[in-house]
Structures are given as C-alpha cells and as structure tokens.
C-alpha cells in the first residue's frame, strides 16, 4: 500500500491550500482515510477524517469550518481543502489509511502512512 501526498506549500495567513492524497495498492474505498499535522516539537495531531463512503466526516476543533475533507474513490485519492489558513496551522501534513470500519481520530489505530507534505503558513 502507498500513499502519495502533495499539495502543501507556502501561503499568507487567510489563504488557501489543497492537499491530495493519491492511494495505491489495495482497494481505496474500504478504508477510513484521516489527515494529520505534526508541527515541529509537537506530536502528530489529528486534523480530520472520512469514512469509506464519503458519508461520514469528523474534524478536530481547531479546523473545524475550515477545513474540508472529501474523497473520490473512482480516482483512489483523498483531499483536505484548506481554507482561511492561521500561522498555527503550519506544520507537515500526512495522510493516512485505516481498517477500522469507525471514524477513527487516534493516529496508532492508522497501519498506512503517506511521506507528508509541508504547509507553511505566514503571517
């Protein structure tokens, strides 16, 4: 299983980023899909998640109504549509797969892990 994140880069504060998340491998639609940040210093920090479907979306209060995350499952791939980006939202940003059947937000519950891609985001 690979997965390949990209879309990160360096914005002004109030910008927006897309980031994607192709999947290879195994079959993309029946796994949850989650995005985490690990700031440096920090440790990896749940930003949002979906399930297999697409039906079902949880965010971490922090990107709550900012963020959105989506998937398309005929092209295999996951996004996190970042709106209205704060300094504090800089960090390297990972996508991640998961079996379990429930949203779930803890990053040890993940078994695959993207490279990351970094957002930087200035004020």
């Known amino acids: 299983v690979q997965l390949q994140a990209s879309g990160g880069g360096l914005v002004q504060a109030g910008g927006s980023l897309r980031l994607s998340c192709a999947v290879s491998?195994?079959?993309?639609?029946?796994?949850?899909m989650g995005w985490f940040r690990q700031a440096p210093g920090k440790g990896r920090e749940f930003v949002a998640a979906i399930s297999q479907n697409g039906g079902s979306k949880t965010y971490a209060d922090s990107v709550k109504g900012r963020f959105t995350i989506s998937r398309d499952n005929a092209k295999n791939t996951v996004y996190l549509q970042m709106n209205s980006l704060k300094p504090e939202d800089t960090a390297v940003y990972y996508c991640?797969?998961?079996?379990?059947?429930?949203?779930?937000?803890?990053?040890?519950?993940?078994?695959?892990w993207g490279q990351g891609t970094q957002v930087t985001v200035s004020s």
């Open positions: 991640a797969a998961t079996e379990s059947l429930s949203m779930v937000v803890t990053p040890t519950r993940y078994s695959y």
């Open positions: 491998g195994r079959t993309f639609s029946s796994n949850t």
